[in-house]
C-alpha cells in the first residue's frame, strides 16, 4: 500500500476520490483543504508517513508547498487540478512536483499515472502524455532576442508552429526554424523541456529582452 496525503479546497471532491482510491494501492491516510492547515495538523506523526501527495493548491500561498515538501521530503508530489494554468505549471516546477495532473481523468487513468509517479517518472501535462524530463536548471541570461523570448513564451502556453507562425506574423516554416535553432541555443531536448526553462527564467511572465 502506498500511505497518501491528499490535500484539495473542496470537500466533496476530496471524499469521491477517498472513496475512489478504495480497493487500489493507494490508502489516504490524511486530508486537508489546505497546505496551511496540514502544515499545522503534525504531519511528522502519521502513521504510516506518507509516501505521496496529491494536491491541488487552491488558494495556497506561494511559499506553503516548499514548505510541505520540507516536512514530507521522501514523498512524491502530485498536483492535481481543474485546469492547466501557467502560474500552476510555474509552480509544480519550482517545487519539483513529480506530477501535474488534471481532473478530467478517469480513473482508470488518474491511478496509472499515480502509479508511474511513483514508479519514478515525471508527468507533465502535453495531450496527457508522460514526459520524463530531466529538471533544467536556472542559468544566466543567454542573449535571446525578442522573437525568441516570444517564441518561448508562446511555447509555455502549448501553441503550434501555426498559432506561433500567426501570432508573430511569420511564415510557419520560419518559426520552425526558429524553434529549432532556439531549442540548441538553450540546450533543451524538445519543446516541453524549453518551456519548462522559459518558466525557470520567468520569461512566461512580461519582462524587457534586447533585440
Same mark, same amino acid.
Not at 495532473?101 to 488518474?110: A, F, I, N, V, Y
Not at 509517479?117 to 507533465?124: I, R
Given at each position: 500500500?502506498? #500511505? ?11 471524499? *469521491? ?5 478504495? *480497493? ?41 508547498? #516548499? ?15 481543474? !485546469? ?23 480513473? *482508470? ?47 509555455? !502556453? ?31 531536448? !524538445? ?10 527564467? *520567468?520569461?512566461?511572465? #512580461? ?5
Amino acid at each position: 500500500m502506498t #500511505p497518501t496525503l491528499l490535500i484539495d479546497p473542496h470537500r466533496l471532491f476530496r471524499q *469521491g476520490l477517498v472513496r475512489l482510491l478504495e *480497493g487500489s494501492r493507494y490508502q489516504v491516510v490524511a486530508e486537508h483543504a489546505t497546505v496551511e492547515e496540514a502544515l499545522a495538523s503534525r504531519l511528522s506523526e502519521v502513521r504510516p508517513a506518507p509516501r505521496l501527495i496529491v494536491l491541488d493548491p487552491g488558494s495556497d500561498k506561494a511559499q506553503s508547498i #516548499p514548505a510541505l515538501r520540507a516536512a514530507i521530503p521522501d514523498a512524491r508530489l502530485v498536483m492535481l487540478t481543474s !485546469n492547466l494554468q501557467t502560474d500552476r505549471l510555474r509552480q509544480a516546477v519550482e517545487a519539483h512536483a513529480d506530477g501535474y495532473l488534471t481532473k478530467d481523468h478517469d480513473p *482508470g487513468e488518474l491511478t496509472a499515472a499515480l502509479d508511474r509517479v511513483m514508479d519514478g517518472h515525471t508527468l507533465l501535462p502535453a495531450g496527457l502524455s508522460a514526459f520524463r524530463i530531466p529538471a533544467p536548471k536556472p542559468a544566466a541570461p543567454r542573449g535571446l532576442t525578442v522573437r525568441e523570448a516570444e517564441i518561448l513564451r508562446r511555447l509555455v !502556453n502549448g501553441d503550434s508552429n501555426r498559432m506561433i507562425a500567426d501570432h508573430l506574423s511569420l511564415s510557419e516554416m520560419v518559426v520552425k526554424a526558429s524553434v529549432k535553432q532556439l531549442l540548441r541555443k538553450i540546450k533543451a531536448a !524538445n519543446r516541453t523541456q524549453a518551456a519548462l526553462w522559459a518558466i525557470h527564467q *520567468g520569461l512566461d511572465r #512580461p519582462r524587457a529582452l534586447s533585440a
